[in-house]
C-alpha cells in the first residue's frame, strides 16, 4: 500500500480559497502509475468523489465542484494538490486522498480506491 499524507485544511470565508496537497511516501515515488482522487466527507453524509486524475493527466469533477477546484500534479511526482476555489459551506468536510494502482476505476467509488490518508479538515465559514 502507499503511505498517503493530506495538508492544507483550514477555516476559511465563503468565497475563499485552499489548496490541498496530497503527498505519497518517498522522494522516489511517482504517481505516474496511478490513479489519485480527492474524496470528502461531512458529518452524518457518504463519503463521495470529488476529482480525480488518470495515468495521462486527465481529469474529472463532481458536479457540484466543477469550475471551481483544480485537480493537478506537481512538480514533484509524489504530490498532488486540489486547488479549491470560490469555497461554499457546503465544501465543508474532512478531505480525503486516495490511490489505487493503473488506471482509474469506471466507477468514482471510495471502494475502488486502495489506499487512503488520515484527512485533513476544510470549513467554509458563512
Known amino acids: 500500500q502507499v503511505q498517503l499524507v493530506e495538508s492544507g485544511g483550514g477555516t476559511v470565508q465563503v468565497g475563499g480559497s485552499l489548496r490541498l496537497s496530497c503527498a505519497a511516501s518517498g522522494s522516489s515515488f511517482s504517481f505516474s502509475n496511478y490513479c489519485v482522487g480527492w474524496f470528502r466527507q461531512a458529518p452524518g453524509k457518504e463519503r463521495e468523489g470529488v476529482a480525480r486524475?488518470?495515468?495521462?493527466?486527465?481529469?474529472i469533477y463532481a458536479d457540484s465542484v466543477k469550475g471551481r477546484f483544480t485537480i493537478s500534479q506537481g512538480s514533484a511526482k509524489n504530490t498532488v494538490y486540489l486547488q479549491m476555489n470560490s469555497l461554499k459551506p457546503d465544501d465543508s468536510a474532512m478531505y480525503y486522498c486516495?490511490?489505487?494502482?493503473?488506471?482509474?476505476?469506471?466507477?468514482?467509488?471510495?471502494?475502488?480506491?486502495?489506499?487512503w490518508g488520515q484527512g485533513t479538515q476544510v470549513t467554509v465559514a458563512s
Open positions: 486524475v488518470d495515468r495521462s493527466g486527465t481529469s
Open positions: 486516495a490511490t489505487v494502482g493503473g488506471p482509474c476505476p469506471t466507477r468514482f467509488d471510495p471502494l475502488e480506491y486502495r489506499s
